[in-house]
Structures are given as C-alpha cells and as structure tokens.
C-alpha cells in the first residue's frame, strides 16, 4: 500500500501539480470545515460502500449533498449498499476509517471498488470551484489537485469514473 510521499511521487512522475497542508486528524466533515480556513476549492466527502454480491463502490461528493444510500444503490443498480467494513476498507484501499479518499485508487491495484463522482466536482458553479480537496491517504493533511488532474490519475490507476447528479 502506498504511503503519502509514494502517492505525491506518484503525481509527479505523472506530471500532476499538487499543494498538500497538513493539520490536526480530522473524522468528519464538520471536523473539516472547522480546521480548514480559507483552504480555496471544492471540499468532498467520500463513502466506501458495499452490497451483498461483495461489489464495492467509492462515492466521492462534495462535502454538503445529502446522500441517501437506497436511492444511490439503485442509481448505481447495485442494490442495497452498506458501508464497507473498516478490514475491508484497509485490505482493498489501504486506509484508515476518517482517511477514505480519491486517491486511495491507487492501492487498488485488482480494480475492485467502482467509482462514482458527483458531477457537482467538475463544475466552476458559483463558489468559483477549483481544485478538489481530498486526504492524501491520511487524515492529517489536505491535498488540492486539479479536477482534470484527478480525472488522469484514475485514468492511470484504471478506474473509469461514473457520474453521478446528487441528489439521486
């Protein structure tokens, strides 16, 4: 599994700026908003989620959309979902409960957790957009990337984004 510094030469050797602040652990994101000052950019809430065939799904948001997990498991026709247990998610992403991320695909390797991004993150709208903020694999610091930037490094990583309109 990949540490924060692997991840950031990761970006490099594909050519992707990036600015990473650190902080205090934060869990939630009220946590987040309360430690992160004037930190510019679109601020993202990610769930790893499973149904009952075993099937797991990355659900990346912005921070604020009200996810209802049966009208997204049949939006995703995965059927009813639950969150991915806290083994699971260090086996197949190589995190931490409270660091779930973007760019935990990058552990992924066998491309087993399917993603799905609001479509929300690649729009300007009217808080101006900019980068998405995501946990570089850990909760005590903030990576900003370009939206266009993450879309390549999923590219790399082999995972085909589906989007998604919230609230679905």
């Known amino acids: 599994m990949?540490?924060?510094?692997?991840?950031?030469a990761k970006l490099e050797a594909?050519?992707?700026a990036h600015r990473t602040v650190e902080h205090p652990p934060v869990f939630t994101v009220e946590?987040?908003?309360a430690l992160r000052g004037n930190l510019a950019g679109h601020h993202i809430k990610n769930l790893f989620l499973r149904n009952k065939k075993e099937e797991m799904w990355l659900v990346v948001a912005l921070e604020d959309r009200a996810v209802d997990l049966k009208r997204l498991g049949e939006a995703l026709g995965a059927g009813?979902?639950?969150f991915g247990s806290?083994?699971?998610?260090?086996?197949?992403?190589?995190?931490?409960?409270?660091?779930?991320?973007p760019f935990a695909l990058v552990n992924d390797e066998a491309r087993a957790v399917r993603l799905a991004l609001d479509r929300g993150l690649a729009d300007d709208g009217p808080t101006g957009g900019g980068p998405i903020n995501a946990h570089p694999l850990v909760n005590t610091?903030?990576?900003?990337?370009?939206?266009?930037?993450?879309?390549?490094l999923f590219e790399a990583?082999?995972?085909?984004?589906?989007?998604l309109d919230f609230p679905v």
Not at 2 to 8: G, N, Y
Not at 86 to 101: A, D, N, W
Not at 157 to 163: A, D, I, K, Q, S
């Open 86 to 101: 806290p083994e699971r998610l260090r086996r197949v992403l190589g995190v931490e409960p409270g660091s779930v991320t």
């Open 2 to 8: 990949h540490s924060p510094q692997q991840l950031f």
């Open 141 to 152: 610091m903030t990576t900003a990337i370009a939206s266009a930037d993450l879309l390549r």
């Open 14 to 16: 594909l050519g992707i």
């Open 80 to 82: 009813r979902l639950s």
């Open 31 to 33: 946590e987040a908003k």
């Open 157 to 163: 990583t082999g995972h085909v984004p589906l989007w």
